[in-house]
């Protein structure tokens, strides 16, 4: 099997080599794993693509890439520079520092990459772990993912869901705060939304006296509804959440139909 994999954290996080020991379990002995990852952290950048300037790349070894550009931007590049010759077989981005369960989902570049995967036809898959009080100082907090992770991605891919929608399936998968061995197993749900959690800004005054704002996340811990990822991935399981493109709120059209 041939596998790319990219991240938002950047070449250089923790995530990414624990993505590339999953990647190299299910490529097998005779797959190829290439990397084509950002040059620096992109994280909190969704699906964008640099569609202004261009993207510089460089080669940090065997087929491992650095790309100064987001997520969406790797993919393309592997997809399209890297792998040009040999298209990958499926995409794997993260495995991300902290949850994308719930809203985090919409802001992530981690799916952004599978996002982006999903539209080059490809299946693709986010990976993150949450982290929270029992893995968080844990000498390895992605234990979860690395034990569990290439198990998922492989029972998803033998499932083989139909997808003859117009839109490719792409899979979010979170890892819950916990240790591997107080994984509680897999629950395929819907995503989820932490009510009254929202991102906010914190002003902060530099000595120069110009004023910053940094973007500031919510609670994490807030449980969403039965059924839904974050509350999934609080009570211990691994969340799986079959994602599409498609961002029509279909449930409204109906109700629209007059204004024509």
């Given at each position: 099997m041939r596998i790319l994999?990219?991240?938002?954290?950047g070449i250089?996080a923790?995530?990414?080599?624990v993505?590339?020991r999953?990647?190299?379990?299910?490529a097998g002995p005779?797959?190829?794993?290439?990397?084509?990852?950002?040059?620096?952290?992109?994280?909190?950048v969704g699906?964008c693509?640099?569609?202004?300037?261009?993207?510089?790349?460089?080669q940090?070894?065997e087929?491992r890439?650095?790309?100064?550009?987001?997520p969406?931007d790797c993919?393309?590049?592997g997809?399209?520079d890297?792998?040009k010759?040999?298209?990958?077989?499926?995409?794997?981005?993260?495995?991300?520092?902290?949850?994308?369960?719930a809203?985090?989902?919409l802001?992530?570049?981690?799916?952004g990459a599978?996002?982006?995967?999903a539209?080059?036809?490809?299946p693709?898959?986010?990976?993150s772990?949450?982290?929270?009080?029992?893995?968080?100082?844990?000498?390895?907090?992605?234990?979860?993912?690395?034990?569990?992770?290439?198990d998922?991605?492989r029972?998803?891919l033998?499932?083989?869901?139909?997808n003859?929608?117009?839109?490719?399936l792409?899979?979010n998968?979170?890892?819950?705060?916990?240790?591997?061995?107080?994984?509680?197993?897999?629950?395929?749900?819907?995503?989820?939304l932490?009510?009254?959690?929202?991102?906010?800004?914190?002003?902060?005054?530099?000595?120069?006296?110009?004023?910053f704002?940094?973007?500031?996340?919510?609670?994490?811990?807030?449980?969403t509804?039965?059924?839904t990822?974050?509350?999934?991935?609080?009570?211990?399981?691994i969340?799986?959440t079959?994602?599409?493109?498609?961002?029509?709120?279909?449930?409204?059209?109906?109700?629209?139909?007059?204004?024509?």
């Open positions: 994999i990219t991240n938002d954290d250089n923790p995530g990414l080599t993505l590339e999953i990647a190299a379990e299910l005779d797959g190829e794993v290439w990397c084509v990852a950002p040059a620096f952290e992109q994280s909190g699906h693509i640099s569609y202004t300037h261009p993207t510089m790349i460089a940090m070894g087929r890439f650095a790309a100064e550009g987001s969406a993919v393309l590049a997809v399209h890297v792998m010759d040999a298209p990958p077989e499926i995409i794997l981005s993260g495995v991300n520092r902290g949850n994308n369960s809203e985090n989902a802001y992530s570049g981690t799916l599978a996002i982006e995967g539209l080059q036809g490809i693709s898959f986010a990976l772990q949450f982290l929270g009080p029992k893995n968080f100082t844990a000498e390895d907090p992605f234990e979860a993912a690395g034990v569990f992770g290439a998922v991605v029972k998803i033998d499932a083989n869901p139909s003859d929608h117009a839109y490719g792409f899979y998968v979170n890892f819950p705060p916990v240790m591997a061995a107080d994984v509680q197993g897999v629950r395929v749900v819907a995503q989820g932490r009510t009254g959690t929202r991102f906010s800004v914190e002003p902060h005054n530099a000595p120069s006296g110009r004023r704002l940094w973007a500031k996340g919510g609670d994490q811990t807030v449980m509804s039965e059924g990822d974050a509350e999934a991935n609080l009570n211990g399981y969340s799986v079959p994602m599409r493109a498609d961002l029509t709120a279909h449930d409204t059209l109906a109700a629209l139909k007059g204004i024509e």
